[in-house]
């Protein structure tokens, strides 16, 4: 068998491996399914779609066969193998700017609209969620609800004031779904740049390292942000939808914060340290990512990377 037969082998195996870990039950085999994304969007990167297609379908199998039922297999074609082909299909797209005025280098295809194709999949699966349970009780925030209430049992069956986790589970269930949204968005986005980091080292990549410092998102999903304020205010089960909506719309603005932070921050003394202990400050207290979100809403019109940017040559100039 040849070796290029044998990386997709390998990677759908490595990858079915990671994503059944989380049947051994401990918290550290659950922290090894988050990476189970990565060899397959390394095989992508590295070799193609078909290649990583290959790796998908194969992972695939294994799952269904490590773990039977329609659930478990759903849960990774749906999580994982479908946003890692969408991203590896449209990563590797390229086109030579050979115009008018252009050098002829390659062009690649855009960072941030592949943040706009994850948060477009995020946010069908809120949608298809919200109406497959349509008509339970309270819908997809009951589910939710009754949930957090299997997750949170022992700590309700210890505490004094029943009372106050019941309060605590409802104001969790009122945004969990953008906030389930969120971190597996997070995730897909950790194993892709963890792969290309890994082939851009060991000379294997086919698409050189973006500059995630200057990355632009469309700005429809500012829109969408708009929307979802609009049906909050109605309140109820549309206003749960309204904010959940609202709130998986702000996801790539979030990442563009992080890319206005590390940008402006460059020329600041300590910024090694002072961008540690943000990142600190952001994973403990989480509130704080909305305000890097806000921070990436208001650079499409404030432009503050390029200010920067522009004051810096100016310095360099001088």
Not at 171 to 195: D, K, Y
Request: charged content about 10%; proline content about 5%; cysteine-free.
């Amino acid at each position: 068998m040849q070796r290029a037969q044998l990386i997709p082998l390998g990677a759908g195996v490595v990858a079915a491996l990671l994503h059944l870990s989380v049947t051994l039950g401990s918290p550290g085999a659950f922290m090894l399914a988050y990476f189970a994304q990565a060899p397959i969007v390394a095989t992508g990167l590295a070799l193609g779609f078909m290649p990583a297609a290959v790796a998908a379908a194969i992972a695939a199998v294994l799952v269904a066969l490590g773990s039977p039922g329609v659930g478990a297999l759903s849960l990774f074609v749906l999580t994982s193998a479908l946003p890692v082909l969408i991203i590896v299909y449209f990563a590797i797209q390229n086109r030579i700017r050979d115009g008018e005025g252009e050098d002829g280098s390659v062009e690649w295809y855009p960072v941030g609209r592949l943040l706009g194709w994850l948060t477009v999949l995020a946010l069908v699966a809120f949608v298809a969620a919200y109406l497959v349970f349509l008509g339970a009780e309270n819908g997809v925030r009951g589910a939710t609800e009754t949930y957090l209430r299997n997750v949170l049992g022992a700590l309700r069956n210890v505490q004094a004031d029943a009372a106050a986790v019941d309060q605590l589970i409802t104001t969790m269930a009122a945004i969990f779904p953008a906030v389930a949204a969120a971190s597996w968005l997070l995730m897909i986005v950790v194993n892709g740049v963890m792969a290309q980091k890994f082939l851009t080292a060991s000379g294997k990549n086919l698409r050189p390292i973006p500059a995630y410092s200057e990355i632009e998102v469309p700005i429809w999903p500012a829109a969408v942000v708009i929307f979802g304020a609009l049906v909050a205010i109605f309140g109820g089960n549309a206003g749960f939808f309204g904010i959940n909506v609202m709130l998986i719309g702000t996801i790539p603005f979030f990442f563009i914060g992080l890319a206005v932070l590390h940008s402006i921050s460059a020329a600041w003394p300590g910024r090694l340290f002072l961008l540690v202990g943000a990142y600190l400050f952001l994973v403990l207290l989480v509130w704080p990512a909305a305000i890097i979100a806000l921070l990436g809403l208001i650079e499409h019109w404030v432009r503050l990377r390029e200010r920067m940017h522009a004051r810096r040559s100016n310095k360099g100039n001088e």
